[in-house]
């Protein structure tokens, strides 16, 4: 069942029910201001740091699940409405939302009258435009009243949600005309305020949630001053600042009127917070005055309907131009509808936030992941190769000089968050992958001699080539006794904790330290992660063909000895029969064998040793990909392990918590059902990787919304696999690795589109009934206009490769760094 359809040529999700399986949401914002919005309107707004900067307020999982957003109520002559439906909840005449490129569409009737509200934030903006359409669409006049609201959050959105004691009494708001601001501690310790306004004159205000609402009995769908139709014109004075508009509207027939809100965001230098002189008609209970310069100049920039008409075009172009870099034509609409628009769209959400702040994420809990945010560089730096770069040194540069590294980071401060701390397995090979995937798009090479400093040296001279360096050599110098890398307290499994379990309630499964370990340093000396070699042998070649491009031919030919020797290791230690062990525990025990009485195999180690062909002249390569298949196969993707865990292992930590078929305990991790996707697709087999690439990805479960809940446009980190009651039903949308993993493995390894060191290489791995497919590549300066042919229906080959008609030897094509379209045709055969 579908709750909406794809509006390709728009590029827009056409949602038409508000009452969805779940919020379906959007994100607003690219760089500085960030808003989420769900296809009711609710949601929140932040500037850079979901945690430190929350400008409007939004509970999590409240009831009912999503209240509170940024909200217009219309009460016509006694029926009260939203244009989102919520959270009045009156039934509407017709709904619709259209979440799009980095703006939604919410449109709503009720007799007789339309109100149409576009919310985005402009392209280098920090605030929400809010463009509201009102049209009488009826044969009488109409006089009614508009309301607007938002509630405002005090800053720092931990304490927002905690500190009652004090929070109670620190709201500080002010009136200017039709702007109310929001003054939270400025005058003491911040130099940033938020604003809510519109371009025309209103009739009244409310600033004070209690009495906005008339009751503390009364909820925000029950608003007593817009059942009243009349605003209460109070002025909130600590407890809880709020953000309302009330405007009296007449409307003839056929008549419209625009009205546009911003929700803005400003900061001054600290030697300009405050002006001389106070403005006229100021309603304030200050006796300094805010310097206003910067929000008045945001409010002129959006306050014609033409001047958002221009920014909501420029926001289109923005995306034109970056959904021009990699295009698709193939046989599958699915398939070129998620490559052309809505994979990428998703890329770039969660490059921009990593795991911080989705209506799973509470935007408290983590900022950026090391692991994480290195990860969404995959999907994501071929878009702005720029933004990429800085992110780059921004991670490395909470990296430890031996090569450990803070697990996550705030993005407002950039600082490594002690709390978390490190020593993750898995954490510094994502460097070296993003690294590489840098280079190898941009050929920007100079990236490695970039000074980058080291979070424990901070004032030191390194690069980033050293930091390359020692993120390899941390996996090199702490192996355990078989030669496998140590699993420490988690390795891309933040639930397989074989040094940090504990029996004792509230102990972190990530950060506890078994007091066991902790003479050892933090963690066991004898649990070994596969997973952790396998992404090392993975990964390893990218390092070594740097070193060999800077001609460093010995340090990249010890480096390459480390990799055979972890090959060597790995097959002889940690090779099953059918499949890859997935670690040995404290105790030395096989984790991951069939062997085990349950959680006999495991996913994640699989793709990465079938890439790095580990044992692949014995046949390890297909044997594991047949054992996925058999134990790991289901209708709707890849379980993580089989048999699911029905009992508590605590010597494993975090994973058999969840009962069985959820999250790391046989969920379908969509993320690690990439790294499959790639490998089938790696070992020619495209049938197969096409198969599990259409289970998991969101337009081809479009059809099953109603099990799948979330939305049909973007990834899930989770979708409830064979062992779950739900199974087939999705969790955490939106920020998840999966996103960037998908990318990767439709764009270079099915498509086979990839960006080498030394060109782009074409070598794609498909269904053997597709008669081929064009795509367009801009790649350092160049397009390409690729067109593959498959006249002999094989999933894999090339057997010819042209550029402008001239063979090439080989599946790479060389860079030209001409500026020119550059045609390229490929037989497969
Ligand atoms: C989540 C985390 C990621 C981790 C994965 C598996 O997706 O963001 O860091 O690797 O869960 O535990
Ligand atoms: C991390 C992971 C998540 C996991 C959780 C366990 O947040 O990202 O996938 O379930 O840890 O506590």
Known sequence: MKFGHFDDAAREYVIETPKTPYPWINYLGNQGFFSLISNTAGGYSFYMDARLRRITRYRYNNVPLDMGGRYFYINDNGTVWNPGWSPVKTELDAYECRHGMGYTIITGKKNGLKAEVTFFVPQDYDGEVQQVVLTNES?????????????????????????????????????????????????????????YTVNDTIDGYDTDRDAFLGSIYNGWDNPETVKAGKASNSFADGWSPIASHYKKITLAPGESKTLIYILGYAENPQDKKFAAAKPEGLLTREAWVLNR???????????????????????????DSLLSIYKVDTPDDKVNRMVNIW???????????????????????????????????????????????????????????????????????????????????????????????????????????????????????????????????????????????????????????????????????????????????????????????????????????????????????????????????TMESAFDGEWFLRAYDANGEKMGSHECEEGKIFIEPQGFAVMSEIGKDVGADIKTLDSIDKYLNCEFGLVLNN??????????????????????????FTHNNAWIICAEAYAGRGEKAFEYYSKIAPAFTEETSDIHKTEPYVYGQMIGGKDAKNFGQGKNSWLTGTAAWNMVAISQYILGVKPEFDGLSIDPSIPAAWDG???????????????????????????????????????????AGDGKTHKVEVVLG
């Open 139 to 195: 044969q009488e006049a109409k006089e009614f009243a508009l309301f607007s609201m938002a509630e405002w959050c005090l800053w720092d959105a931990q304490d927002d949600c905690t500190n009652f004691q004090r929070n109670f009494s620190t709201g500080r708001v002010e009136i200017l005309g039709s702007t109310i601001y929001h003054l939270t501690e400025y005058r003491d310790r911040r130099n940033h305020y938020a604003f």
């Open 293 to 319: 310069e910067k929000a008045d100049a945001m409010i002129e920039k959006y306050n014609t309907p033409e001047k958002v008409a221009a920014g909501l075009a420029e926001l289109r172009a923005t995306w």
């Open 343 to 569: 994979n990428q769209y998703q890329c770039m959400v969660t490059f921009n936030l990593s795991r911080s702040a989705s209506y799973f994420e509470s935007g408290i809990g983590r900022g950026m992941g090391f692991r994480d945010s290195n990860q969404d560089i995959l999907g994501f730096v071929h878009q702005i190769p720029d933004r990429a770069r800085a992110r780059l040194i921004d991670i490395a540069s909470t990296q430890l000089s031996d090569g450990g590294c803070y697990h996550q980071y705030q993005p407002l401060t950039k600082k490594g968050n002690a709390d978390i701390g490190g020593d993750f397995s898995d954490d510094p090979l994502w460097m070296i992958l993003s690294v590489a995937a840098y280079i190898k798009e941009t050929g920007d090479w100079g990236i490695l001699d970039a000074n980058v400093p080291f979070d424990d040296d901070p004032e030191g001279k390194h690069t980033m080539l050293d930091h390359l360096n020692v993120s390899f050599y941390h996996i090199v110098n702490n192996l355990g006794p078989h030669g496998l890398p140590l699993a420490m307290r988690a390795d891309w499994n933040d639930c397989i904790n074989l040094s940090c379990f504990s029996d004792t309630p509230g102990e972190s499964f990530q950060t506890y330290t078994n007091p066991k370990f902790k003479a050892e340093g933090g963690y066991s000396k004898i649990a070994e992660s596969v997973f952790v070699a396998a992404l090392f042998t993975y990964t390893g070649p990218a390092y070594v063909g740097i070193l060999e491009h800077l001609g460093k031919t010995e340090e990249a030919a010890k480096a390459q000895a480390e990799i055979d020797k972890m090959k060597k290791n």
């Open 643 to 668: 048999p699911a865990f029905t009992k508590y292992y605590i010597q494993y930590g975090e994973i058999s918590t969840y009962p069985g078929g959820y999250k790391e305990n046989a969920g379908i």
């Open 773 to 815: 497919f064009k795509a367009e590549r801009k790649f350092r300066g160049d397009i390409y206009e690729i067109e593959v042919k498959n006249p002999a229906h094989v999933n894999k080959g090339v057997k010819s490769l042209t550029v402008d008609g001239t063979a090439v030897d080989g599946k790479v094509i060389p860079v």
